[in-house]
C-alpha cells in the first residue's frame, strides 16, 4: 500500500525510455532518464515487486523509432512474492481434527485459496507470526478450493479468513488482509 502511494505521486516525463537503477544504498532505487542520464527521482526499493516488460510489436512506426535511436519500452509492475518465510504447512479435511481441534495449543488457521491476491499478500505475514509464537501456538493454512465442507461449516464468505482456536474451539475470526498489529491484538488475547 505504502509504495502504490508513493508511484501515484511520482510524475515521470513520458517521451523518454526509463530503466530503473540501483543507487550505492541497498534500500533505494531511482529512475534514471536514458537520453540525458539525469536522476529523476529516488524511490525505496522493494524487492517483492519488478517491472515486466512487455515485447515490442514489430510495426513500421517501431522499426522507425528504433533506426531513430528512441526505444519504446513499457512495462507494468508485477509481484514477485514467494512463498518466503512460509513454514506454515496445509490442513486437509483428513487433518482437521487431529491438528485443530484436538491440539492443546492455541491455533491460528488461515482460510484461502491460490486465486485470491490479499491471500498471498497476507501469507508472508502468517509465516512471521508462526515464526513469532513457535511454541506458544501453531499455525495452518486451509485452502477453501480444496476443503469445501470445512470452510462452508465454519461460514467462510470471505477470503483470507482467520480463525483462532483454543482447546477445539473457535475463539476469533479476522476477515480480509489486515496488518501484522491487527492479527497480533487477537492472538495475544488467546495466549
Not at 513520458?14 to 544504498?25: I, Q, V
Not at 524511490?43 to 515487486?49: I, V
Not at 509465516?127 to 513457535?134: D, F, N, P, R
Not at 501453531?138 to 480463525?163: V, W
Request: hydrophobic share 35%; charged share 20%; aromatic share 6%.
Amino acid at each position: 500500500m505504502y509504495m502504490a502511494a508513493i508511484l501515484e505521486s511520482v510524475t515521470v516525463p513520458r517521451r523518454f525510455g526509463f530503466r530503473t537503477t540501483l543507487s550505492p544504498s541497498p534500500t533505494v532505487s531511482s529512475i534514471t532518464a536514458s537520453p540525458n542520464s539525469r536522476k529523476v527521482c529516488s524511490l525505496p526499493e522493494f524487492k517483492g515487486l519488478r517491472i515486466q516488460s512487455r515485447p515490442l510489436r514489430r510495426t513500421s512506426a517501431s522499426v522507425s523509432l528504433r533506426n531513430a535511436g528512441i526505444s519504446r519500452r513499457g512495462g507494468r509492475i508485477v509481484c514477485e512474492a514467494q512463498d518466503i518465510a512460509l513454514d506454515v504447512p496445509d490442513v486437509t479435511e483428513a487433518t482437521w481434527k487431529p491438528l485443530i481441534l484436538e491440539c492443546d495449543q492455541t491455533v491460528l488457521v488461515e482460510f484461502w485459496a491460490p486465486w485470491c491476491g490479499p491471500c498471498r499478500m497476507i501469507h508472508p505475514i502468517i509465516g512471521e507470526l508462526s515464526k513469532q509464537y513457535a511454541g506458544k501456538m501453531k499455525c495452518f493454512k486451509l485452502n477453501t478450493d480444496e476443503c469445501h465442507s470445512l470452510a462452508t461449516q465454519y461460514g467462510i464468505r470471505s477470503i483470507p479468513t482467520i480463525m483462532i482456536f483454543k482447546n477445539g474451539e473457535k475463539k476469533d475470526t479476522v476477515i480480509g488482509a489486515v496488518p501484522k498489529s491487527t492479527l497480533t491484538a487477537s492472538i495475544e488475547k488467546f495466549l
